[in-house]
């Protein structure tokens, strides 16, 4: 067993949380410097919420990718290793290479994890003749191929009946498949069904209003409660489970964007610091964990009652650095995070809604005009200016 030197802080996960939250303790704190370590194995980092508009051909895949390497804040040590084991009372966390990492404090920014096997038959089937998902760098590509190859009959878009990253995205897939389906002529010979495991559109009612409008416009079919349980390639058919009545319900498909089921990451589900529902256990407003306070989380890994986009993360990351930086210091925490989310709500080529809310599910919204308005202007601010913030922004600790 290897042992690795003791840091101040070890944050698991160089994703958008991990990397922000390193780069702000950084920044507010010199004396930090080299005393930071981030435990992840990816070699690449990605801006996931590009994804949609590369599932329809508006954005190459490659300008979503960035070596880890380049992200890594100055200052912060980089250990490319998966963690395996968390130790919250001795205050280390084990790699699966055996390598232990001992700490003062612990940040938790993991990620979520996409369980492609758990609709049986949809690992055999993805990629081809029709199925597709945003949901995977090395398939998004098969979505455009799957939306350009349509030439009619039922498209389907599906919604676990788990929590997902960007809740909001298997719809959005969804109403620019609908545009180029219309664009290419072969919409009057389509159903286009949104299979949803929810139970309405949207949770926050000022959208889901525009949104049922954008539905009605667009002719879409939607079928809730209905969960994706199997994946019949050589028959082309979808079987869905009605999540109050059990029964099966078999849909015959031409195309179909599949959002697989999502959960926390085994190593944390097995862990210590898991709920019952296997997600990090921390307070929802100063997201340090339950039981054990050394321990802070942010982003999909953790159990915060709201939906998992990188919006949310962009305000946890400043209460996590900051209260974090107090509980070095033996002083109170002061940070409070108040469940703000967004999601930008792609309805078309060219327009957007842009979804912005709290805990308590009440619109939040930035712009001093009526965001549940499809708007050009924000469907711009979504392709060029987010991305943008984002890697000269966020993950340098500034917004």
Known sequence: MKQHDRYTVAI????????????????????????????????????????????????????????????????????????????PEERYVLTEKGTQVHYDCLVVAAGIQVNWDQIKGLRQAIGRDG??????????????????????????FTLPNTPVKCGGAPQKIMYLADDHFRKAGVRDRSDVIFASAGTAIFAVKKYADALQQVIARKSITARYRRDLVEIRKDTKEAVFEHLDTKEQEIIPYDMIHVVPPMSAPDFIKRSLLADEAGWVDVDKFTLQHKRYPTVFALGDCSNLPTSKTGAAIRKQAPV??????????????????????????????????????????????????NQAKERYSMYVLKKQMLPFMYWHGMLKGRL
Do not use: M
């Open 12 to 87: 698991v996960g160089a994703g958008s949380g991990g990397i922000s939250v390193a780069a702000r303790l950084v920044r507010q704190c010199k004396e930090l410097r080299g005393k930071v370590v981030l435990i992840d194995p990816a070699s690449h980092h990605y801006y996931q919420p590009l994804w949609t508009l590369v599932g329809a051909g508006v954005v190459n895949k490659q300008q979503t990718e960035r070596p880890q390497q380049s992200l890594i804040p100055r200052g912060v040590t980089w250990l490319q290793e998966a963690v395996y084991e968390f130790y």
């Open 131 to 156: 199925v597709c998902s945003n949901y995977a760098y090395e398939h998004v590509d098969s979505t455009w191929k799957a939306i350009q190859s349509f030439k009619g009959g039922n498209a389907i």
């Open 320 to 369: 996590v650095a900051n209260n974090l930086v107090s509980f070095l210091a033996g002083k109170p925490l002061q940070g409070s995070y108040d469940g703000y989310t967004s999601c930008p709500l792609v309805t078309g080529y060219n327009r957007l809604v842009l979804a912005e809310f709290d805990y308590d599910l009440e619109p939040r919204e930035t712009f001093p005009f």
